[in-house]
């Protein structure tokens, strides 16, 4: 298999756009080749996981491309849930390692904000197990809630812990000039004032409003190429060293140990395995915090804290810009945004540009190692990527 | 008729599954379909739970309830909690009956009650 | 002598005992000052309403516009019996709520706009026109209805409103819901915030001026985008006229 390099990276707002899909996926895959100085490459994978239910467009692909005045190039949509961004990035990495092609663009895009915020609920329930789950009236939030409410009774995490996580990532998002929300937040406003509960409602008890990430549009884009290919282009070598791909069960209540994200630690295993490093070795990661409690959970999982142990490291700081293990950096999803379909590749920009030395206020110093986890449905399919800087 | 909602065994090694599924996780040796439907106990113990505030647009109430159930086979299940104040490890027992309605599609489901 | 006609045309309003200014502290840890303002300083909130007539999302144009109208009127004492509420933070205006009364008993409830958003204000300022109706007029009886979705999931499913649909609304004559003061006292405790009396300096910070909102609705960067599926089917003016003001520019 030949290494595979990051050449080129490129981003729209995380927030309301207002133009068409195929623009919001040609507009980042625009910037990325310029920024990697192509103007052609030997194929285009554009993630997205709602085009034919939000905004009735099919065959995605074929827009794109054309949009980008690239045919006759080949292109193909990939959709695997929230998922769909680094599973897109799986396919270019496996093009240009199987020595397919020496280029490829990578490009995410979703236009969520085309429907209202209950359709958008809706929208998101349908990856959920369709007679099982869905049926019921079950979304996405009411996972992520009746398994907060296990994991504080085991492990002692508690509103405070979640309201410290959206804190710290409002927070970082005001230093990302591409996130959704600039709106800093603060304990007090949110969890201690007598008017904090109303300025922060149940969404899913225990869940709260400032607990879940917003309804975002956007796109991303990466462009991937071989060794030989980076030769030519002059660009600091950021390899996608390693990844993990796992899945679980669709019915999230037939999991053994309702606390465990499986999904989530054996991807990340088997990417660090593929990198030969070790979750030590990782200076920033891009964690799915599409709810708080994942960025905790997922921070145990792929082996930063031990397991239950996520919330006291978060408590001391460790996962905070200038912490040892800064923890999105960017805003995350909970801050940056999340169009579902970009934010594997959302993701996958914020590291590039971290590990290129780019990312302005919110640098993390000498950052060489990055990892990126990308969490599809409630932990069904996730995929873990270890991204390293080489001289 | 009481309605009930169907847990599948394996025909070859027995294994029961809740939901369907086309091919046994226990043995894999059976062929596609090959399971015998049987009725899900109704009653069992509540797992975890959550009110839902932010319903999809079918929902015209302000918030739903719903569990996950152990049920008294082992079997675990989600389902609308009809209960005002639910405990962690409380008893339960279910009732199929209408959880959502799309248009004129009624679909059925399991709703808790305290037991 | 000739009959004063604008004697004839201004309505005599009823009554209406004060809004008592409340505060509460926002998500983002900033206070909130709800106060009722009088005539005088309907011109500012004009100004600031207009510029969201242009707002094509979230029926920000459609509320903008009605806004716009009821305000006027009210300064121009065309409409009877109106009051308005503003909710400011830092001086800065933050949501504007208007209602009146239909009789002593029942009131009507016009608009909510928010002018800063993701941080419940306007909730809190729709919540403040309810107590005013509710507890400080002691009318029985609230008529309201939604014209975006946001709002239907505000006050239809969280304060579980009751259907009136017998009664037309005023705005746009549709079937009204109907909050009750049984229905009030429900949601009081969860819904309706704020401590008085406002400490003596932020209400004077509060009434000193309406101070611009620090960041209102915008239309979209590309005035066109929300016509566009429309009207241009090929795309090329925009994809050139984008392609100027965001590329050059380095960001989207």
């Given at each position: 298999m030949r290494e595979v390099y990051v050449a080129g990276i490129g981003i729209t707002s995380f927030?309301?756009?207002?133009?068409?899909l195929a623009e919001i996926a040609a507009y980042p895959a625009m910037l990325a080749l310029r920024d990697a100085g192509?103007?052609?490459?030997?194929q285009v994978y554009v993630a997205n996981m709602g085009s034919a239910r939000?905004?009735?467009?099919?065959a995605l692909g074929s827009a794109v491309v054309d949009t980008l005045g690239l045919t006759p190039t080949g292109a193909e949509r990939i959709e695997n849930g929230p998922a769909s961004g680094a599973s897109a990035v799986k396919q270019g990495f496996l093009g240009v390692a199987a020595g397919m092609y020496e280029a490829v663009l990578v490009t995410g895009c979703e236009r969520?904000?085309?429907?209202?915020n209950l359709e958008a609920t809706d929208f998101v329930a349908?990856?959920?197990?369709?007679?099982?789950?869905y049926i019921y009236g079950v979304t996405l939030p009411a996972h992520a809630a009746m398994f907060t409410r296990l994991y504080m009774e085991r492990y002692g995490v508690t509103a405070r812990h979640l309201a410290m996580v959206a804190v710290k990532n409002h927070a970082n998002a005001m230093l990302?000039?591409?996130?959704?929300l600039h709106q800093p937040i603060t304990v007090e406003g949110i969890l201690?004032?007598?008017e904090a509960f109303t300025n922060n409602p149940y969404v899913a008890e225990p869940l709260r409003f400032f607990d879940c990430c917003p309804v975002s549009d956007g796109g991303a884009a990466v462009i991937l190429a071989s060794r030989e290919k980076m030769a030519e282009l002059g660009?600091?070598?950021?390899?996608?060293?390693g990844i993990g791909q796992a899945t679980d069960t669709l019915?999230?209540?037939?999991?053994?140990?309702?606390?465990?994200l499986l999904a989530v630690r054996r991807s990340a295993a088997s990417a660090f395995a593929m990198a030969g490093?070790?979750?030590?070795?990782?200076h920033v990661a891009e964690l799915h915090?599409?709810?708080?409690i994942l960025e905790i959970v997922e921070s145990e999982e792929a082996g930063f804290?031990?397991?239950?142990?996520g919330h006291l490291a978060l408590e001391k700081g460790a996962?905070?810009?200038?912490?040892p293990l800064p923890i999105?950096?960017?805003?995350?999803?909970?801050?940056?945004?999340?169009p579902v379909g970009a934010t594997g590749v959302g993701q996958v920009h914020e590291i590039v540009t971290q590990l290129r030395g780019d990312?302005?206020?919110?640098q993390v110093a000498g950052a060489k190692v990055g990892f990126t986890c990308n969490f599809g449905g409630f932990g069904n399919n996730v995929i873990s990527m270890v991204f390293v800087r080489e001289e | 008729m009481e309605r009930q909602i169907h847990a599948y065994a394996c025909r070859r090694c027995g294994a029961l599954h809740?939901?369907?599924?086309?091919?046994?996780?226990?043995?894999?040796?059976?062929?596609?379909?090959?399971f015998d439907p049987v009725p899900l106990p109704k009653e069992g113990t509540l797992l975890t739970f959550t009110f839902v505030?932010?319903?999809?647009?079918?929902y015209e109430v302000a918030r739903l309830g719903l569990g996950v159930v152990e049920l008294s086979n082992g079997l675990r299940m989600l389902g609308q909690l009809d209960i005002a104040d639910p405990k962690l490890g409380m008893k339960v027992v279910g009732e199929v009956e209408v959880v959502r309605r799309e248009a004129y599609a009624r679909r059925y489901g399991m709703v808790f009650r305290a037991a | 002598m000739g009959v004063d006609l604008e004697q004839i045309l201004r309505p005599i309003d009823s009554p209406l005992a004060p809004y008592p200014p409340k505060f509460m502290t926002v998500a983002s840890g900033e206070t909130l000052v709800i106060r009722q303002v009088d005539r005088d300083e309907i011109p500012t909130l004009l100004l600031h309403v207009?510029?969201?007539?242009?707002?094509?999302?979230?029926?920000y144009d459609v509320v903008a516009a009605r806004v716009y109208a009821e305000l006027l009127a009210h300064y121009r004492y065309r409409m009877q019996d109106e009051y308005v509420l503003v909710g400011q933070i830092g001086g800065h205006l933050a949501a504007i709520v208007n209602g009146r009364t239909v009789s002593p008993r029942q009131g009507m409830s016009l608009h909510t706009l928010a002018l800063?958003?993701?941080?419940r204000i306007g909730a809190h300022c729709f919540a403040a026109k309810m107590e005013y109706h509710?507890?400080?007029?002691?009318?029985?009886e609230v008529l309201i209805v939604a014209e975006s979705p946001i709002g239907f999931r505000r006050w239809m499913i969280e304060y579980q409103l009751e259907k009136r649909f017998e009664t037309p609304h005023e705005l746009g004559g549709v079937p009204s819901y109907c909050l009750t003061r049984a229905l009030f006292d429900r949601a009081r405790s969860s819904l309706v915030v704020g401590r008085r009396p406002v400490p003596p300096e932020l209400l004077a910070q509060a009434q000193a001026g309406i101070l611009p909102p620090t960041d209102p609705p915008r239309p979209p960067?590309?005035?066109l985008a929300a016509t566009r599926a429309m009207y241009?089917?090929?795309g090329t003016a925009l994809l050139l006229q984008r392609g100027r003001q965001e590329l050059e520019a380095g960001h989207a």
């Open positions: 927030s309301r756009l207002e133009y068409p192509l103007k052609a490459v030997d939000i905004n009735n467009q099919t969520m904000r085309e429907v209202n349908t990856m959920t197990h369709p007679l099982a789950e990302n000039p591409f996130a959704h201690d004032s007598p660009k600091p070598l950021i390899r996608l060293a019915a999230v209540f037939e999991r053994p140990d309702p606390t465990d490093l070790t979750p030590g070795d990782v915090d599409a709810f708080t804290f031990p397991k239950g142990e996962t905070a810009l200038g912490g999105n950096p960017s805003g995350g999803l909970k801050g940056k945004g999340h990312a302005g206020e919110r | 809740y939901p369907f599924r086309m091919v046994c996780r226990e043995c894999g040796e059976n062929g596609p379909h090959e505030h932010n319903l999809p647009a079918e | 207009e510029p969201l007539l242009h707002v094509e999302r979230d029926f800063r958003r993701g941080l509710i507890d400080i007029l002691g009318q029985d960067a590309d005035l241009d089917s090929t």
